[in-house]
């Protein structure tokens, strides 16, 4: 049985409606757009394994070894834990400003409000990269078809990699403006491509491993120990690593987020981010040790650390592994994993601009809903120019800025993921004593894991102090990644205050009441 739930059904009036389940509203989205495989598929998708995978295996490999696969199921742990405090915050509030609203609920508006800022400023940095990613396989891919080297070397010139990158930012807002059922669409194809060929490197690369031959002079046997996170060689190494673990699983809660659009909104999005996080840990696992056995982890040769190639292993192993023919799919799945990733990118972002606008904690204007698309049509079209001017200004004013503000990325996440968690727990408080199931899964495990998140997030920002962090650059000797990072988050206080003033009946408490009694949903 259901308690009643005395939310807003879509269509409702939103921006001073009166307050239902202490302030919870409906906001006019598409209800029913997706069912449990499509949520999956868009959680998936946002996280981009192949694009992950690509760009982090090398960097995993330099800083723990052969205990690449045992740090990746470290990285797992924490995002598993955090996924059940999700789960059972959506059960009890399924409103698409996830991480916001349930924060607001546990812990008042003005750390609510925060934690939403950190969730839409990683998202937006995350968007810009993956633009870049995108445009730059683009060109590559154009180069291996064509086998045109200087076509792939238009990258290299900042007007043509703006350019193309503008157009295919443009390109994901249209679809994601275009609303869930065409997000969806799209998204079947492009995830499908890069798990079917994700199988196909995997086979051939246990088929190449042990094989011999100059390229594969490397290979090493599988052991058992690669597993085994304590074999790390120091401290330093393993959060190191840890912090590129997390860093991979992040974006599975956009499934969340859509969580108003989904068919059996209680329960439906909790279970898509549960199967979205064992296909991605099955995937990086599987990918990981298959390169490893194939060509070591080493730095000669193809080894995953050589830090000529680290950057991008995909790219090196592609011809070596797969042959010229089946090798170019590799580099199409990196361009279909960055472009799938960006289109569903928008959709937290967009949704959690619109909760903390149907809230009033935001402009009002950012709460309509497009009338046919019944999508966050003006958050989605402001991301996307905030991504192009983002990406535009950072790429001509100084690429180190750039890397830097990725490195930052690490801070954000583990920020908002953490503070969701430990909201679950108190949100929740008074029902811990109830079963034991209730004990574990929304308070024990909820609290482990932000705890494990908070731990890498005080860690990382020990981290960036030293200006060897990220490109090596400092700010009156303090490293830049620390200034980029902790001056995004002071950049969001400044706002809240600033929407404090301008909206002060949200920041008293009136709009999303807190402490309000979870809705009892039983299976």
């Known amino acids: 049985m259901t308690q009643l739930d005395a939310r807003p059904q879509a269509g409702d009036t939103v921006r001073g409606s009166a307050p239902a389940d202490g302030g919870v509203r409906g906001k006019g989205l598409g209800g029913n757009s997706v069912g449990l495989m499509g949520s999956a598929v868009i959680g998936i998708s946002t996280v981009a394994p192949v694009y992950c995978l690509t760009s982090t295996l090398g960097s995993t490999a330099g800083e723990v070894g052969v205990q690449m696969p045992a740090v990746f199921l470290a990285g797992f742990l924490p995002m598993l834990l955090v996924a059940f405090a999700y789960r059972e915050l959506n ?7 996830t991480s916001f609203t349930w924060t607001v609920k546990a812990f008042g508006p003005r750390l609510g409000w925060m934690c ?5 400023i990683a998202t937006i940095i995350v968007l810009s990269n993956l633009a870049g990613v995108a445009t730059s396989y683009f060109w590559l891919l154009a180069g291996e078809i064509t086998g045109n ?9 900042k007007f043509v990699h703006i350019s193309t990158c503008l157009v295919l930012i443009a390109i994901a807002t249209a679809i994601s403006y275009r609303g869930m059922t065409a997000t969806k669409g799209v998204q079947y194809a492009l995830v499908g491509l890069q798990l079917v060929v994700l199988a196909v490197f995997v086979a051939m690369a246990l088929q190449k491993a ?5 390229d594969f002079a490397t290979s090493i046997d599988f052991s058992w120990s690669w597993l085994n996170p304590f074999a790390v060689q120091s401290f330093a190494a393993f959060t190191a690593g840890l912090s590129l673990s997390i860093f991979m699983f992040w974006g599975w809660d956009a499934c969340l987020t859509a969580n108003e659009e989904t068919t059996g909104s209680e329960k439906t999005p909790g279970r898509a981010a549960l199967i979205a996080m064992v296909v991605l840990v099955g995937s990086y696992l599987a990918t990981g040790i298959a390169a490893q056995m194939a060509v070591g982890s080493g730095e000669s040769g193809l080894g995953l650390a050589n830090p000529e190639t680290s950057d ?13 023919g089946l090798g170019i799919l590799l580099f199409l799945a990196v361009l279909a994993s960055a472009a799938a990733s960006l289109q569903t990118t928008f959709i937290p972002v967009a949704r959690t601009v619109l909760a903390m606008s149907a809230y009033e904690a935001m402009p009002a204007s950012y709460a309509k809903v497009h009338p046919r698309f019944k999508t966050p049509g003006r958050a989605t079209i402001t991301a996307g120019i905030g991504t192009g001017v983002f990406y535009t200004v950072m790429t001509l004013v100084s690429e180190h800025v750039l890397v830097d503000t990725i490195y930052a990325l690490g801070l954000m996440i583990c920020f908002y993921y953490a503070l969701t968690a430990f909201a679950c727990a108190w949100y929740f408080r008074a029902e811990l004593t109830r079963s034991g199931r209730d004990l574990v899964f929304k308070g024990i495990f909820p609290v482990v894991g932000g705890l494990l998140l908070a731990a890498v ?16 650059s400092s700010v009156f000797g303090v490293g830049s990644v620390f200034v980029i990072g902790v001056g995004l988050l002071l950049l969001g206080v400044v706002l809240m205050l600033a929407m404090q003033r301008r909206s002060p009946a949200f920041f008293r408490g009136e709009v999303l009441t807190k402490e309000t009694p979870a809705l009892v949903i039983e299976d």
Do not use: I
């Open 312 to 324: 991008n292993v995909f790219a090196a192993l592609a011809g070596p592994v797969m042959g010229p």
């Open 116 to 120: 939403g800022w950190g969730l839409v």
């Open 210 to 214: 042990g094989g011999g031959g100059a």
């Open 91 to 97: 059960r009890a509030m399924p409103d698409c400003g």
């Open 457 to 472: 997030f005080v860690k990382t920002l020990y981290d960036m102090w030293d200006p060897a962090y990220g490109s090596g």
């Open 149 to 157: 080297a200087s076509v792939a070397a238009l990258d290299d010139n």
